[in-house]
T-cell receptor, first 113, second 115 residues
């Protein structure tokens, strides 16, 4: 039962262009969504989050969009930089359940110079 | 405080042996989580503590797995009678309840290989 899905295992973009990573979820009880970035041999690093009461949250080059009716969120990175190359995980939680996170499978982003 | 610390970083063990991992969370964080990650997958929740109380365990956590968090500080995860299917990255994370945001901060993980 994969409640959070990232359907694109990989994405390749040119430096300076926009990267768009997508995530779908099935559990309508999720009310908090997060994106993590992971480099090889390191643990996931928190990137940005959004509450279900919002539809957009922006932090520098990173913007997360939430479409509750479609149960879909996306992460936009603009402009993309080579240092952004990493695996990106989408995660969701229910604040009433101790904030345990349910992760997607991840998307490998490669930003080419 | 430099973040969540896990020890060891790597562990190779023979099938049937017991292993124990340690996690030191960010000092002021009251919640501590254990996750497991296998190749090509996202982290999967195993269990979590609020202070010293273990509040939830995933069905993934078989009876060979036990976790403790004495005194609400560091935590240990023990796997008894290891099996090859236990080979994975074991991640620890911590968070602070009540800030309004609930992002968890992860350690670098312990990679377990069962041979």
């Amino acid at each position: 039962d994969q409640q959070v899905k990232q359907n694109s295992p990989s994405l390749s973009v040119q430096e300076g262009r926009i990267s768009i990573l997508n995530c779908d979820y099935t559990n309508s009880m999720f009310d908090y969504f997060l994106w993590y970035k992971k480099y090889p041999a390191e643990g996931p690093t928190f990137l940005i989050s959004i509450s279900s009461i919002k539809d957009k949250n922006e932090d520098g080059r990173f913007t997360v969009f939430l479409n509750k009716s479609a149960k879909h969120l996306s992460l936009h990175i603009v402009p993309s930089q080579p240092g952004d190359s990493a695996v990106y995980f989408c995660a969701a939680s229910r604040r009433t359940s101790g904030s345990r996170l349910t992760f997607g499978e991840g998307t490998q982003l490669t930003v080419n110079p | 405080d430099t973040g969540v610390s896990q020890d060891p970083r790597h562990k190779i063990t023979k099938r049937g042996q017991n292993v124990t991992f340690r996690c030191d969370p960010i000092s002021e964080h009251n919640r501590l989580y254990w996750y497991r990650q296998t190749l090509g997958q996202g982290p999967e929740f195993l269990t979590y503590f609020q202070n010293e109380a273990q509040l939830e365990k995933s069905r993934l956590l078989s009876d060979r797995f036990s976790a403790e968090r004495p005194k609400g500080s560091f935590s240990t995860l023990e796997i008894q009678r290891t099996e090859q299917g236990d080979s994975a990255m074991y991640l620890c994370a911590s968070s602070l309840e009540g800030l309004g945001n609930t992002e968890a901060f992860f350690g670098q993980g312990t990679r377990l290989t069962v041979v």
